[in-house]
């Protein structure tokens, strides 16, 4: 199990960027693949982003795909998640997650944080 701490969302205009953090606590991290979701109040849980255990392949949601990174550092414990370009229907909650393989679907995850609130102004 490991513990999952996001951080970095905020208010930011349309257009604007922001980086999210997920810090790590527990065991092997660097074990686990890593991903990024986001949900609005009323709706599902929907897919952002995830990363394989060692960073050696990514995938993006159509959607957030030539604006959204998804990197991490397991010398640090953290998984990142460098949003550009942001519009305003993205404003969510966002979420990481970690789970024993690279999958789109939230039920391929056990572990995850609390999440991070992001409100992106016209």
Not at 10 to 24: D, E, F, I, P
């Amino acid at each position: 199990q490991v513990q999952l701490v996001e951080s970095g969302g905020g208010l930011v205009q349309a257009g604007g960027s922001l980086r999210l953090s997920c810090a790590a606590s527990g065991h092997a991290f660097s074990s686990y693949a890593m991903g990024w979701f986001r949900q609005a109040p009323g709706k599902e849980r929907e897919f952002v982003a995830f990363i394989r255990y060692n960073g050696g392949r990514t995938y993006y949601a159509d959607s957030v795909k030539g604006r959204f990174t998804i990197s991490r550092d397991n010398a640090k414990n953290t998984v990142y998640l460098q949003m550009n370009s942001l519009n305003p229907e993205e404003t969510d909650f966002y979420f990481c997650a970690a789970g024993p393989a690279p999958t789109v679907r939230v039920v391929d995850y056990d572990n995850w944080g609390q999440g991070t609130k992001v409100t992106v102004s016209s």
